[in-house]
T-cell receptor
Framework: GAGVSQTPSNKVTEKGKYVELRCDPI?????LYWYRQSLGQGPEFLIY????????DSGLPNDRFFAVRPEGSVSTLKIQRTERGDSAVYLC???????????FGQGTRLTVV | GENVEQHPSTLSVQEGDSAVIKCTYS??????FPWYKQELGKGPQLIID?????GEKKDQRIAVTLNKTAKHFSLHITETQPEDSAVYFC?????????????FGSGTQLTVLP
């Protein structure tokens, strides 16, 4: 596609529910990143995929957060037992392998009520 | 872990003037320093980056300087235009050649007044 696509653009969920956020990277980009951005703050690194494997998940805050990329393209970020503190914009980015220029999507705004 | 401080948090300049945003970092292992521009409702967009073996880099009206000894780096925008208005983020990473493990500053809201 023309850019990184994230769906949904907005998601409102109740505390304790499970959510999935989807990222479609730019075609051919093997590297994929998830970041989280709280209001008025810079993005925080969550996880990095090179191909299908999570090469670096050091930014995941706890075991309620999990991400997959089964075929090396689309990725899904999964959050279990959501808490109000999980409310943020979740950003996905992709890049060519070994390249520093990562292209970000517009993000999914998650609100936990 | 890495800590990146960014100043100022807001900056207003007249069109045509220069704007300077400054960042400091704490981890001497950081060797990659990108700058991102984020417009409302959009994801961050890389505008320029610098690696630790370079002291200055220019791209048209944008320049970045790096002082590794002092652990600070700056973004300079000359001849500012209204379309430069956005939030700008600096970032630092110990991983060269990748956008992973970027630690971002808290952002600078730049407003260019016509």
């Amino acid at each position: 596609g023309a850019g990184v696509s994230q769906t949904p653009s907005n998601k409102v969920t109740e505390k304790g529910k499970y959510v999935e956020l989807r990222c479609d990277p730019i075609s051919g980009h093997t590297a994929l990143y998830w970041y989280r951005q709280s209001l008025g703050q810079g993005p925080e690194f969550l996880i990095y995929f090179q191909g299908t494997g999570a090469a670096d998940d050091s930014g995941l805050p706890n075991d309620r957060f999990f991400a997959v990329r089964p075929e090396g393209s689309v990725s899904t970020l999964k959050i279990q037992r959501t808490e109000r503190g999980d409310s943020a914009v979740y950003l996905c980015a992709s890049s060519l392998a070994g390249k520093t220029e990562a292209f970000f999507g517009q993000g999914t705004r998650l609100t936990v009520v | 872990g890495e800590n990146v401080e960014q100043h100022p948090s807001t900056l207003s300049v007249q069109e045509g003037d220069s704007a300077v945003i400054k960042c400091t970092y704490s981890d001497s292992a950081s060797n990659y320093f990108p700058w991102y521009k984020q417009e409302l409702g959009k994801g961050p967009q890389l505008i320029i980056d610098i690696r630790s073996n370079v002291g200055e880099k220019k791209d048209q009206r944008i320049a970045v300087t790096l002082n590794k000894t002092a652990k600070h780096f700056s973004l300079h925008i000359t001849e500012t235009q209204p379309e430069d208005s956005a939030v700008y983020f600096c970032a630092a990473s110990p991983v060269s050649g990748s956008a992973r493990q970027l630690t971002f500053g808290s952002g600078t809201q730049l407003t260019v007044l016509p």
